[in-house]
């Protein structure tokens, strides 16, 4: 197990990484809170409960109490959130309770949401099951849901206590969803860290086949790029904004087709084959780290096709939650190992390299 320290100037946690944590997870939480609270919550969906939630609840001597959230992002809203602050209500939880977030990144977002404003906040410690939860959405304390109009575009940032990283419960992980959360090791290494973009372009197949010394490496280093950079940037107010590489156009994708057809790290995956290509354009990549990078995205494909209409991305871009005034805001990669964040993308140039992706994409 390796542990990574996250040191904002609002909380101060450790993330901790390996296999078998499920087994001691009780024990392991009453370090971190202290004495477990009379009552403990636990935000899953029914999918991950039955295959995880006797291994989750056996170090419990009373276990927590369940609430249900449906997969998929179409769950994500306030309808939902309404609904389990109820049951927790129901359920005598006050602000003494605490709340387990023990899913993929969804059951995470809207687990802290849940946490940051029952009883104007209780604290909470992220369980994640999904390879892109693990090393991407449980760390750094972003919480919340999406309206109709967008993704995430309603939340608070409130920090776990903890996140305990289990890489065994990866081996029930559906392959698709195994690549989709890889994506966000990708990115983590085109924008942050070199050494993890060429053991990713060296060890795929390993990495896809589970190995579990090569998905420790990659995970770990994932999150501690992410710890890095969130504790210097709590709120997105510069440096953290480099980890939306791929996002903008990702999440147009996702609203564009009603987040039916892509899981998140899929269209993150064609979100940053546009960026890569306006950052070859405009000659922050060269023409070679274009195609070295490109390759490595599609190394860890295939990603499902797109049949879209390049106005109807480009229009939902312009609800992405970086935006301030009007002005689309873009993470382009800087080499490989850097990137940032400008705010003068075109139209011209975001149409080229929205049809330059669809090209790509096209079934």
Same mark, same amino acid.
């Given at each position: 197990?390796?542990?990574?320290?996250?040191?904002?100037?609002?909380?101060?946690?450790?993330?901790?990484?390996?296999?078998?944590?499920?087994?001691s $997870?009780?024990?392991?939480?009453?370090?971190?809170?202290?004495?477990?609270?009379r009552?403990v919550?636990?935000?899953?969906?029914?999918?991950?409960?039955?295959?995880?939630?006797?291994?989750?609840?056996?170090?419990?001597?009373?276990?927590?109490?369940?609430?249900?959230?449906?997969?998929?992002?179409?769950?994500?809203?306030?309808?939902?959130?309404?609904?389990?602050?109820?049951?927790?209500?129901?359920?005598?939880?006050?602000?003494?309770?605490?709340?387990?977030?023990?899913?993929?990144?969804?059951?995470?977002?809207?687990?802290?949401?849940?946490?940051?404003?029952?009883?104007?906040?209780?604290?909470?410690?992220?369980?994640?099951?999904?390879?892109?939860?693990?090393v991407?959405?449980?760390?750094?304390?972003?919480?919340?849901?999406?309206?109709?109009?967008?993704?995430?575009?309603?939340?608070?940032?409130?920090?776990?206590?903890a996140?305990?990283?289990?890489?065994?419960?990866?081996?029930?992980?559906?392959?698709?969803?195994?690549?989709?959360?890889?994506?966000?090791?990708v990115?983590?290494?085109?924008?942050?860290?070199?050494?993890?973009?060429?053991y990713?372009?060296?060890?795929?197949?390993?990495?896809?086949?589970?190995?579990?010394?090569?998905?420790?490496?990659?995970?770990?280093?994932?999150?501690?790029?992410?710890?890095?950079?969130?504790?210097?940037?709590?709120?997105?107010?510069? $440096?953290?904004?480099?980890?939306?590489?791929?996002?903008?156009?990702?999440?147009?994708?996702?609203?564009?087709?009603?987040?039916?057809?892509?899981?998140?790290?899929?269209?993150?995956?064609?979100?940053?084959?546009?960026?890569?290509y306006?950052?070859?354009?405009?000659?922050?990549?060269?023409?070679?780290?274009?195609?070295?990078?490109?390759?490595?995205?599609?190394?860890?494909?295939?990603?499902?096709?797109?049949k879209?209409?390049p106005?109807?991305?480009?229009?939902?871009?312009?609800?992405?939650?970086?935006?301030?005034?009007?002005?689309?805001?873009?993470?382009?990669?800087?080499?490989?190992?850097?990137?940032?964040?400008v705010?003068?993308?075109?139209?011209?140039?975001?149409?080229?390299?929205?049809?330059?992706?669809?090209?790509?994409?096209?079934p």
């Amino acid at each position: 197990m390796q542990t990574i320290r996250v040191d904002t100037p609002t909380a101060k946690y450790d993330v901790f990484a390996g296999s078998g944590l499920l087994q001691s $997870l009780a024990p392991r939480i009453q370090r971190v809170v202290g004495r477990l609270p009379r009552r403990v919550f636990v935000l899953t969906s029914e999918p991950i409960w039955a295959l995880w939630g006797q291994v989750f609840s056996s170090s419990f001597a009373e276990p927590p109490i369940a609430l249900f959230l449906p997969p998929g992002e179409k769950h994500k809203t306030m309808a939902s959130v309404d609904r389990l602050l109820r049951e927790m209500l129901r359920a005598g939880g006050d602000r003494g309770s605490l709340m387990i977030a023990f899913g993929g990144g969804i059951v995470g977002d809207v687990g802290g949401f849940l946490a940051a404003i029952f009883m104007r906040g209780i604290p909470y410690v992220q369980v994640p099951t999904t390879f892109l939860a693990q090393v991407d959405s449980s760390v750094g304390g972003k919480t919340g849901v999406n309206l109709h109009e967008g993704k995430n575009l309603v939340g608070s940032f409130h920090q776990p206590r903890a996140v305990f990283a289990d890489i065994a419960v990866l081996g029930t992980l559906p392959v698709r969803e195994l690549k989709a959360g890889l994506m966000e090791s990708v990115k983590a290494g085109i924008i942050r860290d070199r050494s993890l973009v060429r053991y990713m372009e060296e060890n795929a197949s390993s990495i896809i086949g589970r190995d579990a010394r090569a998905l420790e490496k990659v995970i770990v280093a994932s999150i501690r790029m992410k710890a890095e950079v969130v504790s210097r940037d709590e709120r997105e107010s510069g $440096l953290r904004m480099i980890l939306n590489l791929g996002h903008t156009v990702g999440h147009a994708i996702e609203q564009a087709t009603a987040y039916k057809v892509l899981l998140h790290g899929e269209a993150v995956a064609w979100g940053m084959i546009a960026a890569l290509y306006i950052a070859r354009t405009r000659g922050t990549i060269t023409a070679a780290q274009h195609q070295r990078l490109e390759r490595l995205i599609h190394l860890y494909g295939p990603f499902p096709a797109l049949k879209l209409r390049p106005a109807k991305v480009i229009a939902a871009t312009g609800a992405d939650k970086k935006n301030i005034g009007g002005v689309r805001r873009f993470v382009l990669p800087v080499g490989i190992g850097d990137a940032g964040v400008v705010e003068d993308v075109s139209p011209a140039e975001l149409e080229a390299a929205v049809r330059y992706m669809l090209e790509q994409a096209k079934p």
